[in-house]
Protein backbone atom coordinates (compact mmCIF):
# COMPACT_ATOMS: atom_id res chain seq x y z
CA UNK A 1 0.00 0.00 0.00
CA UNK A 2 1.73 3.65 -1.05
CA UNK A 3 2.14 6.44 1.61
CA UNK A 4 -1.33 8.21 -0.16
CA UNK A 5 -3.41 4.95 0.22
CA UNK A 6 -2.27 4.64 3.69
CA UNK A 7 -3.39 8.25 4.33
CA UNK A 8 -6.72 8.13 2.68
CA UNK A 9 -7.50 5.11 4.39
CA UNK A 10 -6.33 6.58 8.38
CA UNK A 11 -8.16 9.64 6.97
CA UNK A 12 -11.50 7.79 6.32
CA UNK A 13 -11.26 5.51 9.39
CA UNK A 14 -10.86 9.08 11.17
CA UNK A 15 -13.90 10.14 9.51
CA UNK A 16 -15.93 7.79 10.07
CA UNK A 17 -15.62 7.74 13.62
CA UNK A 18 -16.53 11.33 13.86
CA UNK A 19 -19.11 11.40 11.83
CA UNK A 20 -21.89 11.15 14.47
CA UNK A 21 -20.72 14.39 15.69
CA UNK A 22 -19.30 16.27 12.33
CA UNK A 23 -21.86 14.88 10.13
CA UNK A 24 -20.35 16.09 6.21
CA UNK A 25 -17.58 17.83 7.74
CA UNK A 26 -16.21 15.05 9.58
CA UNK A 27 -13.21 14.35 6.88
CA UNK A 28 -12.45 18.07 8.03
CA UNK A 29 -12.70 17.16 11.29
CA UNK A 30 -10.42 14.50 10.41
CA UNK A 31 -7.93 16.50 8.89
CA UNK A 32 -7.83 18.58 12.25
CA UNK A 33 -7.36 15.69 14.59
CA UNK A 34 -4.87 14.48 12.27
CA UNK A 35 -2.75 17.63 12.22
CA UNK A 36 -2.95 17.85 16.04
CA UNK A 37 -1.77 14.54 16.33
CA UNK A 38 1.50 15.10 14.24
CA UNK A 39 2.03 18.31 16.06
CA UNK A 40 1.66 16.39 19.49
CA UNK A 41 4.39 14.39 18.39
CA UNK A 42 6.64 16.64 16.87
CA UNK A 43 6.21 19.08 20.17
CA UNK A 44 9.81 17.38 22.27
CA UNK A 45 11.56 19.05 18.98
CA UNK A 46 9.90 22.37 19.52
CA UNK A 47 10.65 22.35 22.76
CA UNK A 48 14.33 22.01 22.02
CA UNK A 49 14.11 24.48 19.20
CA UNK A 50 12.74 27.03 21.97
CA UNK A 51 15.94 25.97 24.28
CA UNK A 52 18.13 26.83 20.97
CA UNK A 53 16.02 30.47 20.61
CA UNK A 54 16.44 31.05 24.55
CA UNK A 55 20.09 29.68 24.35
CA UNK A 56 20.50 32.98 20.94
CA UNK A 57 18.99 35.42 22.69
CA UNK A 58 21.33 34.47 26.26
CA UNK A 59 24.08 34.92 23.85
CA UNK A 60 23.00 38.71 23.01
CA UNK A 61 25.64 40.88 25.17
CA UNK A 62 28.57 38.81 23.84
CA UNK A 63 27.28 38.87 20.33
CA UNK A 64 26.75 42.67 20.37
CA UNK A 65 30.51 42.72 21.53
CA UNK A 66 31.39 40.67 18.54
CA UNK A 67 29.59 43.71 16.74
CA UNK A 68 31.99 46.32 18.26
CA UNK A 69 35.21 44.10 17.96
CA UNK A 70 34.79 43.42 14.26
CA UNK A 71 32.55 46.22 12.77
CA UNK A 72 34.72 46.78 10.11
CA UNK A 73 35.18 43.32 9.40
CA UNK A 74 32.04 41.66 8.40
CA UNK A 75 33.35 38.52 6.98
CA UNK A 76 35.32 38.32 10.30
CA UNK A 77 32.16 38.80 12.51
CA UNK A 78 30.28 36.36 10.38
CA UNK A 79 33.13 34.01 11.10
CA UNK A 80 33.31 34.50 14.89
CA UNK A 81 28.87 34.59 15.20
CA UNK A 82 28.85 31.32 13.79
CA UNK A 83 31.94 29.98 16.11
CA UNK A 84 29.78 31.59 18.95
CA UNK A 85 26.53 29.94 18.18
CA UNK A 86 28.17 26.06 17.34
CA UNK A 87 30.10 26.91 20.74
CA UNK A 88 27.06 27.65 22.83
CA UNK A 89 24.56 25.05 20.51
CA UNK A 90 22.57 27.85 19.73
CA UNK A 91 22.18 27.37 15.50
CA UNK A 92 20.02 30.26 14.20
CA UNK A 93 17.71 27.54 12.10
CA UNK A 94 17.19 25.57 15.10
CA UNK A 95 13.60 27.24 15.40
CA UNK A 96 12.93 25.80 11.55
CA UNK A 97 13.18 21.93 12.52
CA UNK A 98 9.69 21.29 13.66
CA UNK A 99 7.84 22.73 10.07
CA UNK A 100 11.10 20.87 8.23
CA UNK A 101 10.05 17.39 9.57
CA UNK A 102 6.15 17.73 9.01
CA UNK A 103 6.72 19.12 5.33
CA UNK A 104 6.49 15.01 4.21
CA UNK A 105 3.46 15.01 5.80
CA UNK A 106 1.98 18.42 4.36
CA UNK A 107 2.98 17.11 0.71
CA UNK A 108 1.30 14.14 1.08
CA UNK A 109 -1.84 15.98 1.82
CA UNK A 110 -1.43 18.22 -0.98
CA UNK A 111 -0.88 15.17 -3.38
CA UNK A 112 -3.71 13.47 -1.94
CA UNK A 113 -6.39 15.99 -2.26
CA UNK A 114 -4.97 17.54 -5.60
CA UNK A 115 -4.77 13.88 -7.52
CA UNK A 116 -7.50 11.90 -5.51
CA UNK A 117 -4.74 9.08 -5.40
CA UNK A 118 -5.65 6.91 -3.24
CA UNK A 119 -8.56 9.56 -1.65
CA UNK A 120 -11.01 7.25 -1.83
CA UNK A 121 -14.36 9.30 -1.38
CA UNK A 122 -12.58 12.36 0.33
CA UNK A 123 -12.74 14.32 -2.48
CA UNK A 124 -16.29 14.12 -1.79
CA UNK A 125 -16.41 15.63 1.43
CA UNK A 126 -16.88 18.91 2.18
CA UNK A 127 -16.26 22.14 5.31
CA UNK A 128 -19.52 23.96 5.22
CA UNK A 129 -20.32 23.27 1.92
CA UNK A 130 -16.69 24.11 0.30
CA UNK A 131 -15.09 20.73 -1.38
CA UNK A 132 -11.72 19.69 0.39
CA UNK A 133 -10.80 18.83 -3.09
CA UNK A 134 -11.18 22.34 -3.98
CA UNK A 135 -8.95 25.85 -4.91
CA UNK A 136 -10.08 29.27 -3.19
CA UNK A 137 -10.39 30.14 -7.47
CA UNK A 138 -13.72 28.07 -7.79
CA UNK A 139 -15.46 28.28 -4.46
CA UNK A 140 -15.04 32.44 -4.30
CA UNK A 141 -18.69 32.96 -3.44
CA UNK A 142 -21.38 31.90 -1.14
CA UNK A 143 -20.90 30.01 2.33
CA UNK A 144 -17.79 27.84 0.43
CA UNK A 145 -16.06 31.29 -0.24
CA UNK A 146 -16.73 32.28 3.09
CA UNK A 147 -14.60 29.01 4.49
CA UNK A 148 -11.70 30.24 2.47
CA UNK A 149 -12.08 34.15 3.98
CA UNK A 150 -11.84 32.90 7.28
CA UNK A 151 -9.04 30.57 6.87
CA UNK A 152 -7.10 33.28 5.20
CA UNK A 153 -7.96 35.49 8.39
CA UNK A 154 -6.71 32.95 10.59
CA UNK A 155 -3.70 32.38 8.78
CA UNK A 156 -3.02 35.98 8.25
CA UNK A 157 -3.53 36.63 11.82
CA UNK A 158 -1.19 34.02 13.12
CA UNK A 159 1.40 35.11 10.15
CA UNK A 160 1.17 38.36 11.71
CA UNK A 161 1.56 37.88 15.05
CA UNK A 162 4.38 35.21 14.41
CA UNK A 163 6.05 37.99 13.15
CA UNK A 164 6.01 40.58 15.31
CA UNK A 165 6.86 38.24 17.94
CA UNK A 166 10.14 36.63 15.95
CA UNK A 167 11.32 40.27 15.38
CA UNK A 168 11.76 40.83 18.76
CA UNK A 169 13.64 38.20 19.16
CA UNK A 170 16.16 38.46 17.00
CA UNK A 171 19.53 39.86 18.87
CA UNK A 172 21.98 42.59 17.62
CA UNK A 173 24.04 41.95 15.23
CA UNK A 174 22.17 38.96 13.82
CA UNK A 175 23.04 37.39 10.38
CA UNK A 176 21.17 38.18 7.50
CA UNK A 177 19.26 35.10 7.24
CA UNK A 178 17.98 35.32 10.62
CA UNK A 179 16.29 38.41 10.00
CA UNK A 180 14.66 37.37 6.66
CA UNK A 181 13.38 34.26 8.66
CA UNK A 182 10.28 36.17 10.26
CA UNK A 183 9.05 36.90 6.90
CA UNK A 184 8.61 33.16 5.89
CA UNK A 185 5.66 33.26 8.25
CA UNK A 186 3.42 35.00 5.28
CA UNK A 187 5.00 32.37 3.24
CA UNK A 188 1.61 29.87 4.80
CA UNK A 189 -0.80 32.59 3.56
CA UNK A 190 0.66 32.46 0.05
CA UNK A 191 0.49 28.58 0.06
CA UNK A 192 -2.79 28.44 1.36
CA UNK A 193 -3.96 30.21 -1.37
CA UNK A 194 -2.68 27.75 -3.89
CA UNK A 195 -3.35 24.34 -2.58
CA UNK A 196 -7.01 22.50 -2.36
CA UNK A 197 -9.15 23.25 0.97
CA UNK A 198 -7.77 20.15 2.60
CA UNK A 199 -3.80 20.91 2.55
CA UNK A 200 -4.89 24.73 3.50
CA UNK A 201 -7.15 23.07 6.31
CA UNK A 202 -3.36 21.67 7.68
CA UNK A 203 -1.56 24.41 7.22
CA UNK A 204 -3.78 26.91 9.01
CA UNK A 205 -4.09 24.23 11.79
CA UNK A 206 -1.22 23.41 12.34
CA UNK A 207 0.41 27.47 12.09
CA UNK A 208 -2.15 28.11 14.62
CA UNK A 209 -0.82 25.51 17.06
CA UNK A 210 2.49 26.64 16.41
CA UNK A 211 1.70 30.46 17.43
CA UNK A 212 -0.20 28.81 20.77
CA UNK A 213 2.68 26.43 21.23
CA UNK A 214 5.31 28.86 21.38
CA UNK A 215 3.52 31.14 23.71
CA UNK A 216 3.66 28.44 26.18
CA UNK A 217 7.14 27.27 25.76
CA UNK A 218 7.94 31.33 25.96
CA UNK A 219 6.80 32.06 29.18
Known amino acids: MSLFSSLGSLLTT ?73 KE ?42 PLGAHWGGVLSGGPGLVYLGLFA ?8 TYLRARKAIVPGAPGMARVLPLLSFGTLVTAAVVPLAAALYLATSTTWTAVERALLHR
Open 14 to 86: MADGLDPLFGASAAAAAIVLFTLCVRAALHPLARAAVRGEKARAALAPKITELGRKHRNDPERMRRAMAELQT
Open 89 to 130: GASPLAGCLPTLVQLPVFFLMYHLFSTGSGAGDLLGHTLAGA
Open 154 to 161: LIAAVATW
